[in-house]
């Protein structure tokens, strides 16, 4: 399965929804949205960087989550994995459930690789 696929032009790079589970497919963090939160930013970082960019080259994420009285503590695991920067375009969806009930967040996103020597 592909977490991230560049597009032609190699420099946009649509990454699928990233959740906190391990390669067994065990849930990390049950009941934890916000540690949740940052492992799956954790993992967009990994997949961002082996297409040569940075979270800094998010252009957009999309936040699937189940609890909306999670939101503040997603918000705030983004954030810190941001740097604190305002950071990229970012939609919440609110949602019935993922595909594991102890998943509470899913994040997608979009990042454009600068180009080399392009700043």
């Known amino acids: 399965m592909n977490h991230g696929v560049l597009e032609p032009d190699g420099r946009r790079l649509h990454v699928t929804g990233q959740v906190a589970w391990d390669e067994e497919g065990r849930v990390l963090h049950s009941g934890d ?10 993992l967009i970082e990994r997949i961002v960087a ?29 954030r810190i994995a941001l740097d604190g920067t305002t950071g990229p375009a970012t939609t919440g969806i609110r949602v019935a ?3 594991h009930p102890d998943l509470l967040v899913e994040i997608a ?9 392009e700043s």
């Open 50 to 78: 082996a297409a040569g960019g940075t979270l800094a080259d998010l252009v957009s994420i999309t936040t699937y989550y189940v609890d909306q009285d999670d939101y503040a503590a997603i918000t705030e695991a983004r």
């Open 97 to 99: 459930g993922l595909v």
């Open 33 to 42: 949205a916000g540690a949740q939160t940052a492992y799956a930013m954790g």
């Open 109 to 117: 996103a979009i990042a454009v690789i600068p180009e080399r020597g």
